[in-house]
């Protein structure tokens, strides 16, 4: 399966409830349709860059989150047709890093890995952290 790569941002509010139960249900989409959430990451209160208008509101600043995953279209598909329906979401992105582990992993000079260990442990970097992926062969 491909790996996607979400930035969401979300309406800010005063409780991190809403917030939770958008992050919750979108990667609970992505699992109960066979995919993997491999990472998740709250980039915290921002400013945007201009004011947005969404739902019949309008916004200047919002909650920045991060999601990596595995999934297939189809899936991809109604996770945008929810996150478009959803009145906590004001701009979201989805952007396909690759189809294969070895577009996404960094080739190494040697020929092996980068931990010198056996089990085809690889490193990538997003968003300044780094994920561990197992590759499979």
Not at 40 to 49: E, N, S, T
Not at 64 to 92: G, T
Request: glycine fraction near 8%; charge should be positive; hydrophobic fraction near 35%.
């Amino acid at each position: 399966m491909p790996l996607y790569e979400l930035l969401c941002i979300a309406a800010s509010s005063a409780e991190s409830a809403p917030l939770r139960d958008l992050v919750k249900s979108t990667s609970k989409l992505v699992i109960d349709n066979g995919g993997a959430v491999r990472g998740i990451q709250y980039w915290g209160l921002r400013k945007l860059p201009q004011r947005a208008r969404r739902h019949q509101q309008y916004h200047t600043q919002g909650d920045y989150w991060l999601m990596h995953f595995d999934s297939n279209a189809p899936v991809l598909k109604s996770l945008n047709d929810r996150l478009r329906a959803d009145p906590r979401v004001i701009k979201w992105t989805a952007l396909k890093l690759g189809d294969r582990i070895e577009q996404i992993v960094p080739k190494t000079t040697s020929g092996g890995n980068e931990t010198g260990n056996d089990n085809l442990e690889s490193r990538a970097l997003f968003g300044g952290k780094t994920i561990k992926y197992h590759a499979q062969t």
